[in-house]
Structure formats: C-alpha cells, structure tokens
C-alpha cells in the first residue's frame, strides 16, 4: 500500500470517528443537528468556535458534551463584569501558613495537554479579558509567570448571550474575526425533540445527562494532523475557485452583481470586512464539510453550507443596519448566493 | 393558313439597322393593323462589345413624342452573349392616330449612347386601321340608339362571409393558444415555457464538439436556475421540488444530472455513465412536465 492509500484509509477511518462523535453528542444534545455539525467542522478545522443564542437552549450543555467527546483536559471559565485577565491566569489564595500564594491558574497547568477552553458568557467580561483571549486565539500561547506557555491543542469555544445587554461588552471586530465560527443556536423546532426536552427527566439534570456522552471518542492529540491532512487531501476544482471569487465580488459589491435588498442601498450597506483571511476560512470549512460528506473535494454546497456562520461575522454593515441585528448580513449572503451562477 | 403565317412572320420581322461597331435590331410584335389607342410593343436589340457602357441619359422618356404618338414604357436589360453584350430595349408606344384610312405612321428614330460612341436607332413605321363604321337600324330618338346597361352579376356573399367568419375564429383561436404558449398577456401569469426552448437548443447541440457537453449542462443549469428564481444547488434540489411539485416525478434525475455536474465540474474523476442523450432526455422530460401545467 503506498503513502497516498494510507493517508486516505486513514482519513476515511477518521471520518467515522468524526461521525462517532456527532453522535456521542446527539445523546445529550437532542433537535440541533447541523449546530453539531457545524461545531465538528470547527473541531477538524482546527478553530474556535463561539455560539450565541437565546438563554436555556443548551449552549453551555452542547459545549459540554463537546468537551466530553473530545477527551482530554477540559478548562471552564464564567464571565463577569469584574473579572480581569489576571484571575484567567492566576490562581490566588492563603496558603496553610495564612500568607497569600499565587499559583499558576487551571488554565496554564494543563496548558500542554488542553483541548478545550470553554469561556462561558463571553461577553460578560471586560475587553482587557478579551484581549488576552484574543492573544490566546491567535497565538495559542500566553506569558505568565515570565514565561510563556504554550497550549499546542487549544480550540477556545464560546457562547454569547445575545439577550441581556445590561454589564455586556460586545466583543470589538479584531476579536469575532479570530472566531471561526459563529454558530446561532435556538430551540429546537422539532416537536418530538421539544417534548423530551420538557417532559423527560433525563434533560432537567445536566451533569447525568453528560454522563451519556462516551469520552474521548476521538484522541485530541491527533486531531491537529488529521485536520493538516483534510486540508491537503480535499481538491478545489478551478470552477470551485472561480465560484467562490465571485461570492466574495458579490458580498463586497453586491450592486455590480445586480443584487438588490427590499429597504437596502445595496450600494452603501457593507462597509468592511470580507477579507481574505475570511474567505480562506470559508475555503477550510468547506474543505472539512467535503471530508465529512465523504468527497475528496469541495462542491458549491459545500461553500454555501457554512458560509454564513463562516461569513457573517466578517462582513461589517453600515451602524445604521446595526439595530436589525444579522438580518441584514443574512439576507445580503442569501441574494449573493442566487446571484451567483454556477457552474 | 395565310394569316398564320403573316403572323409568325410579323413576330420574327425585324431589320438591322447600321452602325460601326454596334448591331440593331428591331422587333415589334406587328407592323400593321393598329387602330387609335392601340399599344405598340417594340424591343430594340443592340449587340455591342463586352466593355460598352450605356449612357442612360440617352434613352428615350416615357412622354408624348409627336401629337398622335406616346411612349408609355422603356425598360432596358443586358445579357452577356459570348464575347459580346446585347442590350435589349422593351419600348411601348400607344397610337392616338386615328386613321380614316388603312396607312403607315412612322416610329420616330433616337440614338442611344455607349461612352463617348453614339449609336443610331433608325426610324420606323407600323401599319394603322381605321374603326370599321357600323349601321344601325334608324331611330326616332337618339336615346334608343344606347343600350341597355348589362344586368348587375348577383354575387351570393353567404359562403365568403362563412369563410370569413370561420377563418377569423381559427386565427382567433391560434393567436390564443400561441399567446398561451409564449406567456404573452393575458397570459403573462402562466410560466414561460423555458425548459422547452432549453430542449430545442440541447438538441441542436447534441453533435458540437468536446465543449457541447459541459455547456450544455450549464444551459441546463441556467434554466434551472430561471425556474428557481436564483441559483439552485444539488442539495437545495428537494426545496425546489417542494416550490414545484410539478417537477417532483423526475427527482431522480434531478439527482443524476447534479452527481453527474458534480463530477464534471468539481471532481477530479469525470463521470462516464452520464451521457449528452441523459441529458437531453431528462430536457425534454421537464419540457413535459412544464407544458403540462
């Protein structure tokens, strides 16, 4: 068997691991199948994931069992108002001797071996903590101590509540554009998903709910060369790349592709983002999308498939839109998408 | 016998008339027994050097030549014969002579002009024929001299009128079902019928070349596209299945056509059991499917 052969044995037996762990989380997780989906992109993309929504409807749980099916350490921090970068490094106490200590954090000790980050409520702490979470995101180190330590395993996931605005501070561009994705969660529509959600008493208590999670289904430690290896083996045809060139000609001047949006001067509605690194994002999510599916390359459903979590938060609009919240994003990647022939 | 012959004989007369270089000939139809307002129908044959050019200038204007004699008509054509061009001149005169007796009139001469050279059409003359007297029995009043006016011919209108009517319903009728058909108004409401223009077009590039594969499924993906209303992705297929039920029966080849635009355009490995014949019959399948709503 030569090296290719191997190398796609291996990544077909990852795949069904990949699809091992969607279902190890469907246990705790009930009606949001394509947030899992979506959310095991970001983990063989190797990015961090953040996930908004109403309150209650099981971001923190879904993040959980993510943590669980991951194997590994797992590192979770509350955010408040007071909170400061120091109390995400340092672990401050008295000592048995009644003299104040200072210990690196849970954080740092397991740096080597972490997987998961779990920042809850993001957008609870102050932006002095979201600058050390973006160093963190983008560099996956931190100095403390006076040395650096390094997290060669992290991926930081997130959720943001999207309802409360009193004590909340909006993560600043620079930030959400280090997120990979940006994953919308609501309840489940699903009648049937609803009545055990609110009937069966194995959804009120959560810590025996994530018992039904197997952990470690996937050793974390590989998953950074598997991901390397889905990003080698997965082909863009020309076509493909023409496709996503003129998205991104759509999204950054949707009037010269003939868009137009009902209340909308198309002309003047995005005013930033869009870049390149954005779009090379799109092109890895639509990469591991195409692996999971079972393809060895990328097909335009793939692109459409995760471009708006992918998208969406890059694309910055005129403050005027800001009050409709992602309807205008929304509808803008809707038009360019039906806009956009292809082949 | 006599006045067959006479008469074949005044077909061909003619005589030719000299010039240097240049050949006339002239036939006129008859040369006798004209009566007034009669047409006189003459041709003037000129046989000149392959390079002569008429001067059109010269030739004579249709008018009143003399006080008894018009020209109504001049029409002038060549013909290459041999190294040679013959230029014949259809010319029709009308006779307002009236003659008291049997006489000949003369034709006027003119000279046509080739370049700087000028060649002469000689003068001619036909014969003219008095209107013979008639000798009606006497009448006391000059009214009973006139007849009566022919009866008026009954014409039944009942069968054109049906005709008519019938053709204007049919014509009717078609334009309706054309109208129909092309969505025209008031029509506008029902759907273009796109997918039958698409199979028209397929098929007349069924033997293209190596490209008339792939354009052709991106002219199907086009239509699709237009009876979508925007861009329609393999795996949105099922949505507008759901939009359309109309197209619902053929989902499966929905999905052969994408695997196989999938395969063409995005993979690596080119489908083989996917083929222009596939292709055309899954157009004229939803030409079907359309024409039937």
Request: charged fraction near 25%; glycine fraction near 6%; charge should be negative.
């Amino acid at each position: 068997m030569n090296e290719v052969s191997q190398s796609e044995s291996k990544l077909a037996e990852w795949r069904e691991r990949a699809i091992a762990f969607e279902q190890e989380i469907q246990k705790a997780v009930v009606g949001q199948d394509r947030v899992i989906r979506l959310v095991t992109i970001g983990v063989f993309a190797r990015g961090h994931i953040m996930i908004e929504g109403d309150v209650g409807v099981g971001k923190t749980t879904l993040l959980r069992a993510v943590s669980r099916a991951m194997g590994g350490d797992f590192v979770r921090i509350e955010g408040t108002v007071d909170m400061m970068p120091g109390d995400i490094l340092y672990h401050t106490y008295l000592g048995d001797d009644g003299r104040p200590r200072v210990d690196p954090s849970e954080l740092l000790r397991l740096a080597e071996t972490l997987p998961v980050f779990f920042f809850n409520e993001i957008n609870r702490a102050r932006p002095q903590v979201h600058s050390l979470l973006l160093r963190l995101m983008a560099e996956r180190s931190v100095t403390a101590f006076n040395r650096l330590y390094r997290f060669p395993y992290l991926q930081v996931f997130a959720d943001r509540n999207i309802v409360e605005r009193e004590e909340t501070f909006e993560l600043p561009a620079a930030a959400r554009d280090r997120f990979f994705m940006e994953i919308s969660m609501a309840a489940p529509t699903d009648r049937e998903a609803r009545r055990k959600l609110v009937f069966d008493p194995v959804f009120q208590d959560v810590d025996t709910l994530l018992e039904r999670v197997t952990p470690g289904t996937m050793d974390y430690r590989e998953i950074g060369g598997v991901a390397r290896r889905i990003q080698e083996s997965v082909k863009a045809s020309t076509t493909l790349e023409s496709y996503v060139l003129n998205l991104w000609q759509g999204l950054t001047r949707p009037a010269s592709v003939g868009i137009s949006l009902p209340d909308v001067d198309v002309s003047m509605l995005v005013k930033g983002g869009a870049s390149p690194r954005g779009l090379a994002t799109l092109a890895r999510a639509a990469r591991v999308r195409a692996w999971l599916e079972g393809r060895d390359y990328m097909t335009p459903d793939d692109v459409k498939d995760v471009f708006f979590e992918v998208m969406a938060h890059r694309i910055f609009v005129d403050p005027i839109h800001t009050l409709r919240g992602d309807e205008p994003v929304r509808q803008l990647c809707h038009a360019v998408f039906e806009a956009t022939p292809v082949p | 016998m006599r006045v067959g012959l006479l008469t074949i004989l005044s077909l061909l007369w003619a005589f030719p008339a000299k010039a240097d270089d240049a050949r006339v000939n002239i036939h006129s139809a008859r040369p006798f027994g004209y009566f007034v307002g009669d047409l006189i129908r003459a041709r003037v044959e000129v046989t000149t050097s392959a390079d002569a050019t008429l001067v059109a200038a010269s030739l004579p204007h249709p008018g009143p030549l003399s006080i008894s004699l018009d020209i109504k008509a001049v029409e002038i054509h060549a013909t290459m014969i041999g190294a040679e061009k013959r230029w014949d001149l259809d010319l029709v005169y009308q006779n307002f002579y009236v003659a008291l007796d049997a006489r000949n009139i003369e034709i006027p001469g003119f000279e046509l002009r080739f370049g700087d050279e000028t060649v002469p059409i000689p003068a001619w003359s036909v014969g003219v024929a008095p209107l013979r007297e008639i000798a009606p029995a006497k009448q006391e009043r000059p009214e009973d001299y006139l007849r009566p006016d022919s009866p008026a011919v009954f014409a039944s209108e009942t069968q054109p009128e049906r005709l008519a009517i019938t053709f204007g319903a049919l014509s009717i009728l078609v334009l309706g079902a054309v109208g129909r058909d092309r969505a025209w108004p008031p029509f506008q409401s029902r759907r273009e019928r796109i997918f039958n223009a698409l199979a028209r077009e397929l098929a007349t590039k069924a033997h293209g070349g190596a490209n008339a594969f792939p354009d052709a499924i991106q002219s199907l993906h086009r239509t699709i596209d237009r009876a979508n209303g925007g861009a329609l992705l393999g795996e949105d297929v099922c949505k507008f299945l759901a939009r359309r039920p109309e197209f619902a029966s053929l989902q499966p080849s929905f999905d052969r056509f994408y695997a196989a635009s999938r395969s063409e355009f995005f993979s690596e490995d080119k489908a083989d059991n996917y083929g222009f014949k596939e292709l055309l019959d899954f157009a004229r399948a939803l030409a079907r499917q359309e024409r039937a709503q």
